[in-house]
């Protein structure tokens, strides 16, 4: 397949003469068997088409031939990509997409043609939302941010080209800043005399039961607050983490867990005399209501029945933290205060891993080495006394 240039001459408003060349290649047929041609240009010059067509043929015999579109990359992404990821990703993930997309590309590149674009324009809209993206402050974004916008203009663009859209992907060319290497956030814990004296203080909140059940299994705070009455048996002391409460878009949906996978959480003694206890309150509430009552399988619950937005979920642990005479920390704190204690009092790192829900046991290692110098230095005694003995 080789192709033809064609030549079309018009005249503008002036009456001037104008030649514009063309590349016509056969792009298949019609379902009624006839020739389906596609033109592409136009080109000023004979020299210009001549070197297109060549790109073009290339394409073809490789297989990597794309039929020219006049769709944007706004179009593209918010008519077509966007509506499509939102079966394939969790709830939060698609909302992070949008907004990054509608804050931080649309309003620079929406008009752009998509197979007209460049990595050197992804790489200027790099810079430019390095130098002011950000519309609070108007300073620049972390480079982590801009990151994070390559990664989805990356994604995006990919499936562009798994679609038969672009013949390659130009984000794959482009420069996106390294994220610097800081400090991780500041991990604070309490000692278990301090969760004591807050879980004491708080009996009486309604609430209470379900800080006492993050504090004790080191759930996730949308994990707890998914929790649903079928994923627990109290006769076996364990429950299954299924579920989790997220908020998307401005409202509370139910999502899978951070990895995806469900696993299951032993429970103590007392935990489940405190679940029991929240069942009944629960049965209560739902008499009180009558017709008026949300009805869910949900474990905790607004009086009313209905789902606890996360958010006021963490305002009500900080405002509990603020009235106790424990030292402040965050609601995400009461994981790492379950994962301290648990290693400290020599739980295998395995074990509180697979508790934690995390991807490896080399991670929890990772995330709580400041737990672990001591009890390597017991370890290197034990093992040293043994040789010695020998």
Sequence with gaps: MQGHIARRESRDRSGKKRTRWYVVVDAGRRADGKRRQKWHGSFKTRKEAEAARAKIVSDLNAGTYTEPTRITLGEYLTDTWLPSMQARVKPTTWDSYRRNLELHVLPRLSARPLQRLTATELNALYGDLLAGGNKKTEGGLSPKTVRYVHTTLHKALAD??????????????????????GAQAEMHTWTAEQLSTFLDSTRRDRLYSA??????????????????????????????????????????????????????????QDTCEILRRQHTAQESERIAWGDGYEESDLVFTREDGSAVNPGSFTGA??????????????????????????????????????????????????QYAHVLPGMGADAASKIAALVAEA
């Excluded at 009235?323 to 020599?346: E, K, Q, V, W």
């Design 211 to 268: 800080f006492h059940l993050a504090a004790m299994t080191g759930m996730r705070r949308g994990e707890v607050l998914g929790l649903r009455w079928h994923d627990i048996d109290l006769e076996q002391q364990q429950l299954a983490v299924r579920h989790t409460l997220v908020i998307a878009q401005n409202e509370v949906r139910s999502s899978t867990p951070k990895s995806h996978q469900a696993r299951v959480i032993d429970l103590d």
């Design 317 to 366: 642990f900080e405002r509990l933290v603020a009235n106790s005479d424990c030292p402040r920390i965050r609601l995400h704190d009461l994981r790492h205060t379950h994962a301290t204690l648990g290693l400290s009092a020599g739980v295998p790192v395995k074990v509180m891993s697979e508790r934690l829900g995390h991807e490896s046991a080399g991670f929890t290692l990772r």
């Design 160 to 181: 562009a080209v798994d679609a038969g859209l672009l013949p390659r992907n130009p984000a794959s060319a482009a420069k996106p800043p390294r994220p610097r290497a």
